[in-house]
């Protein structure tokens, strides 16, 4: 009897949830249980035969761009089919003066392994419940398994009292006194150019602003925290320390003064890419692409990669993330957020294979249904 039942449980799913063979960018992507997933601002980590999608946790009406819930997280071994394994990192629902206080703001978490010491290391750009986009902390979890639990270990400005290895003679003098007092979510929130008012050295002693962000592990196992800082005006690349857990105080500003938001890199053939948006909250705009010799190194921008109907607006999406697919020579995929503002838990993925040119530069076209 009791094999009968699962069988026709069994049955019953797959009539349900018949398995996905291919990305639908836009539609509607149920996990296991048939419910959208809900990992939205996300990245994703490959370990052992298995990817993890961790991303914010959305919820339904016009504060659901507040952490209510925490990080989610959702199991692959095709990337097509997710299934559901709960929150990773719960924000604290019981004291409201707690960093990842419930209500704070937790965007775009990223995770990657570290082999030495054996951990999961999460990073996530953080707002202080209450406090905006003021606070623009980077906040850090930890776990001894991949879908978590996390715990979180702290939250902070990036390189307090340390200057950028590309750091110019004018940002050691003076500082400005006006600056902008609110975050606008997009560009012209300056009363003049960043470099002028100088707000990098504004923050020298209690360490850079880091916003949107991501996650990069290069091939001899350095890691490197990539944020919108200096008012969102400017990119920081920042070498980690070796368990991940913290700051190196080796950085690097690109792109001074263009605005880039979602920036995610990845490395081809040697050379290190980045693709990201322009700063216009949550409104689609056209993405950026660069490409560098070096990550500390001078970085050429190439312009938007996107191409045909649609590349204006990225085709309605904003950078989160490129998943180089395991086992798969040379693919890479492009993952993006089709933002809902009204109802930030229907926003959408937008996943498209990144094509290159025969220079080597990436690019995005749009595709109904689309394999690998
Ligand atoms: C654009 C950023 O990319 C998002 O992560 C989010 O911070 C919105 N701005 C908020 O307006």
Redesign the pocket.
């Known amino acids: 009897m009791k094999t009968i039942l699962t069988l026709l449980f069994t049955l019953m799913c797959f009539i349900s949830f018949p398995q996905q063979k291919s990305f639908q960018p836009g539609a509607i992507w149920p996990d296991n249980n048939g419910i959208h997933i809900n990992a939205h601002?996300g990245g994703i980590l490959f370990y052992k035969g298995t990817y993890y999608w961790y991303g914010e946790h959305k919820i339904a009406g016009k504060n659901g761009?507040l952490a209510k819930v925490g990080v989610s997280c959702y199991s692959s071994r095709d990337l097509y089919n997710w299934k559901d394994e709960g929150i990773a990192l719960k924000v604290n629902e019981t004291d409201s003066l707690n960093d990842i206080a419930s209500g704070c703001i937790l965007?775009?978490p990223k995770v990657i392994y570290n082999a030495k010491t054996n951990k999961f290391v999460m990073w996530f750009h953080l707002e202080l419940k209450g406090k905006g986009y003021d606070a623009a902390r980077s906040g850090v979890a930890v776990s001894d398994k991949p879908a978590g639990p996390f715990t979180f270990l702290n939250s902070f400005r990036p390189n307090a009292g340390y200057w950028p290895v590309n750091v110019q003679p004018f940002h050691k003098k003076s500082v400005a006194s006006i600056v902008k007092e609110k975050y606008c979510?997009g560009k012209g929130c300056l009363p003049a150019p960043p470099d002028s008012l100088n707000i990098l050295g504004r923050d020298f002693k209690g360490g850079q602003m880091a916003?949107?962000m991501n996650l990069f592990v290069d091939d001899d196992g350095s890691a490197y925290h990539i944020y919108s800082s200096e008012e969102n005006s400017t990119l920081q690349i920042s070498k980690l320390t070796d368990d991940y857990l913290s700051y190196s105080g080796q950085y690097f500003r690109v792109f001074t003064e263009r605005y880039m938001?979602?920036a995610a890199l990845f490395k081809r053939k040697g050379k290190y890419y980045i693709i990201a948006?322009d700063c216009t909250?949550?409104a689609p705009n056209a993405a950026r692409s660069a490409v560098a010799d070096q990550i500390f190194g001078n970085w050429t921008e190439l312009g938007n990669p996107c191409i045909g109907e649609g590349s204006a607006l990225t085709f309605k999406s904003?950078s989160t993330f490129v998943l180089p697919v395991q086992g798969k020579k040379d693919t890479f995929i492009f993952m993006g957020d089709h933002w809902m503002e009204k109802n930030l838990i229907d926003s959408r993925y937008i996943w498209l294979p990144i094509k290159f040119n025969e220079k080597g530069n990436p690019i995005l076209e749009w595709k109904d249904a689309w394999s690998y």
């Open positions: 601002g761009g965007e775009r979510g916003r949107d938001e979602g948006s909250g949550w904003q």
